[in-house]
């Protein structure tokens, strides 16, 4: 079956660094996204990984290695409204996006 | 309106009544999702619209029923409520959902609870 693994939850300090993993197991591969939800809203759209390497965008960065089925989400300088889920989804073979179910980062100041 | 418009924001339902979620998009997307998440769950495809007059099956479709009558339009029908139903439920939707960099945006969520 297919299946995307993330931590549960993960707590972290303000002004720090975090690294949130994801990793997964599809049928084929279409690329890999990551969205931020706060609590009671939407997911919305961080990042999107399609070849190997690390992608930065500002204080948050992607990476991603298709050999091992692994991506994380780097987050740097950490602010309290980054409190929030973080989604990861892959696009397997057929462009069907299969989710994970979420990674809740706590900050703590 | 801005995006994707969901309505209602929350609602409670005695089990047995039919219940329709409505989902307006502005930004003109060929490609539509109903999503609903659950705690500890992935978000789950119920149904989707490559465009306008075309409709699909996701992964958990039964007891759910789509129709796409236009772009900008994508209501989803419960048409006999059950207990676990009860989920909050995310319309979306995208430039197309067959291409590689496909960003969905989403609309905030109707909270359904069955009882």
């Known amino acids: 079956g297919q299946n995307i693994d993330q931590p549960t939850e993960m707590t972290a300090t303000e002004g720090a660094i975090v690294q949130i993993n994801c990793t997964y197991q599809?049928?084929?591969?279409?690329?890999l996204f990551w969205y931020q939800q706060h609590a009671g809203e939407a997911p919305t759209f961080l990042s999107y990984n399609v070849l190997d390497g690390l992608e930065e965008k500002g204080r948050f960065s992607s990476f991603l290695s298709r050999s091992k089925g692994y991506s994380y989400l780097l987050l740097k300088e950490l602010q309290m409204k980054d409190s929030a889920s973080y989604l990861c989804a892959v696009y397997d073979s057929n462009y069907q996006l299969i989710w994970g179910a979420g990674t809740k980062l706590i900050i703590k100041p | 309106i801005a995006g994707i418009t969901q309505a209602p924001t929350s609602q409670i339902l005695a089990a047995g009544r039919r219940m329709t979620l409505r989902c307006t998009q502005d930004m003109r997307h060929n490609a539509m999702y109903w999503y609903r998440q659950d705690l500890g769950l992935g978000l789950r495809l119920i149904h989707y619209s490559n465009t306008a007059g075309t409709t699909g099956k996701g992964e958990v479709p039964d007891g759910y029923s789509v129709s796409r009558a236009n772009t900008d339009d994508f209501p989803l029908t419960l048409a006999s409520a059950v207990p676990s139903q009860t989920s909050v439920y995310f319309c979306?939707?995208?430039?197309?959902?067959?291409?590689?960099?496909?960003?969905?945006?989403f609309g905030a969520g109707s909270r359904l609870t069955v009882l």
């Open positions: 599809t049928s084929g591969f279409n690329g």
């Open positions: 979306a939707s995208s430039d197309s959902r067959v291409s590689g960099a496909n960003v969905l945006t």
